[in-house]
């Protein structure tokens, strides 16, 4: 077995390979309707057919289940889903993982990290890291969550023989799980898969839903920030919306955007320390959006701007707003302590330098 181009295909060699092909759909048949003349039958063949039919839903009946979408999800457990498999690869622990997709925008998570374990114990950007290949993340839509779907090595085998690229799938009882903050989805041995043809209503309506938000400006916005996002921050920027995954993906060396954002994590902790030795602003923030999370900096002058010559203690008061901290006194500065951050969604400006590969914060203000 092969990956050629994220698709799965089986090499045949004329001097020793042998084949045999079964009805995929009947589960008690256990002879070929096809085989090569020097192919011979093993003791464990009839194991393996019955493997590959039982992650394949389509050859069991299967009452019809309410698919949930990605923006649906909203506790860890089992649900169904229909899904485009983006992109498929091993990940650096040796498992196997698929990017899968439905356009909308799982729901966000509470960070229970402390921001100052940030500087030693820092958020994860993804929960896998993204394809290595940049032409693979080029091809990635920019609006809705890309959920990484990992595949329990057991059944691993059967089940690449069945997920094609750029095809929507119906998988069952995938379990959601959270990782950091992070959704991503496992395929165990009670999932199952079952393709289905391009012109399924649920396809149809996915697609459509996706072509709307990919060209409207608002509609880039996360879904989750409507009405409008918090006024913590102020931004001076007529750029259209744009998402992380946006930024990301960005070819051009030179770019200005406009997202709407959360701030999770920063770097340094203390607002003493914001500035460096020659009075420099030298501060880095963890954003991130339904579809990425990146690194971003508050430098030099724009440094200057976002933090809008706020005092030492206006300042904490408006990092822990920022941060989603919640506060036990009226001044905003006293911490309750072990609670979940929430933080809000916010407008912010970023430039970006694909060749540098970094992001910038400006045109951005905190509003006291």
Not at 278 to 284: N, P
Request: glycine share 6%; net charge neutral.
């Amino acid at each position: 077995m092969r990956i050629y181009e994220g698709d799965v295909y089986a090499i045949f060699n004329k001097r020793f390979s042998s084949f045999a092909l079964y009805d995929g759909k009947d589960v008690e048949n256990f002879q070929p309707y096809q085989v090569l003349l020097r192919y011979e039958a093993r003791k464990h063949d009839a194991m393996i057919i019955a493997g590959l039919r039982k992650w394949l839903a389509s050859s069991h009946v299967i009452d019809e289940p309410n698919f949930s979408l990605l923006k649906e999800i909203n506790e860890v457990g089992l649900v169904n889903l229909v899904c485009k498999v983006l992109h498929i690869c091993k990940t650096t622990d040796d498992k196997w993982m698929a990017f899968i997709w439905d356009g909308t925008d799982v729901p966000p998570i509470s960070i229970y990290k402390k921001p100052e374990d940030e500087e030693h114990n820092p958020l994860p950007l993804h929960f896998k890291p993204l394809p290595s290949s940049g032409d693979v993340l080029h091809t990635f839509p920019t609006v809705g969550t890309i959920l990484r779907l990992i595949f329990d090595v057991e059944c691993m085998p059967y089940i690449l023989q069945l997920l094609k690229v750029r095809q929507w799938f119906k998988l069952f009882c995938v379990e959601c799980k959270v990782h950091e903050g992070l959704w991503y989805g496992v395929f165990t041995s009670y999932s199952k898969i079952q393709d289905i043809p391009n012109v399924d209503i649920l396809i149809l309506e996915r697609q459509s839903n996706y072509d709307c938000r990919s060209l409207g400006n608002l509609d880039r916005m996360p879904s989750w920030s409507f009405p409008w996002p918090s006024k913590i921050t102020e931004v001076n920027c007529n750029a259209p919306f744009a998402t992380l995954m946006d930024v990301l993906t960005c070819q051009k060396v030179r770019k200005k955007f406009r997202c709407v954002i959360r701030f999770v994590a920063v770097i340094p902790w203390r607002v003493e320390d914001f500035r460096s030795s020659d009075g420099v602003y030298r501060v880095k923030f963890t954003l991130e959006d339904p579809t990425a999370r990146i690194h971003a900096y508050s430098y030099a002058e724009d440094g200057e701007k976002f933090f809008n010559g706020l005092s030492t203690g206006g300042l904490k008061r408006k990092l822990n707003e920022l941060l989603g901290i919640p506060n036990s006194d009226d001044d905003g500065q006293e911490e309750i302590e072990g609670s979940a951050r929430n933080p809000p969604w916010v407008q912010c400006c970023l430039k970006s330098h694909s060749i540098k590969r970094r992001r910038w914060i400006f045109d951005t203000k905190l509003v006291g």
